[in-house]
């Protein structure tokens, strides 16, 4: 079984996913950090010399490999905050993973990545005043991926790292 974490950037999906293949005693892996391992470069300088089409490609070609080559009973997979935009990609993670959508609000994510969005290839230029019109922007292009692909969606607004995974461990 792999179970796999989607939702926007700074939602917690890393950290989340982190944590609960701690607590299920299984390998955890972050589909951006596999990219990165793979290239040998960070996803923020693949953006850049790329751009985000060449990058959504590598993406969908990492993703389908990982679950193609996957030999692990259980496996904890956090997924890039744009995976889901791919139509192969949802299909890839509807038919070989029990996804759950980490869903918060605007303002939620907005306050999160006001901290964090450095390494944020999408935001990371962007100044205080234009960062909820991005956020608003990005997660209304992102928001039916998640939702179509999504076997269970947990509102995260509020609720602690713990109080997640006690959902998420009841729920699976």
């Known amino acids: 079984m ?24 299984c390998k955890h892996i972050d589909l951006d950090s596999y990219i990165e391992e793979s290239r040998g470069e960070k996803i923020v300088d693949i953006f850049s010399s790329l751009g985000e089409e060449n990058f959504r490609e590598i993406e969908e070609q990492a993703l389908e490999n990982l679950l193609s080559q996957n030999r692990e009973k259980v496996m904890v997979l956090s997924l890039g905050g744009g995976a889901l935009i791919s139509p192969k990609n949802r299909e890839l993670i509807k038919s070989q993973t029990q996804c759950i959508y980490l869903r918060a609000s605007i303002e939620t994510l907005t306050q ?15 100044e205080n005043h234009a960062l909820s019109n991005k956020i608003d922007e990005l997660y209304l292009e992102r928001e039916q991926g998640y939702r179509e692909s999504a ?21 699976i």
């Open 2 to 25: 792999i179970i796999s974490l989607t939702g926007f950037m700074g939602v917690g999906k890393s950290t989340i996913a982190e944590k609960l293949s701690a607590h299920l005693y």
């Open 112 to 126: 999160r990545l006001m901290h964090s969005r450095k390494s944020r290839p999408l935001v990371h230029k962007e």
């Open 151 to 171: 076997s269970i969606i947990i509102d995260v607004d509020n609720l602690s790292l713990k109080d997640v995974l006690v959902k998420i461990l009841s729920i």
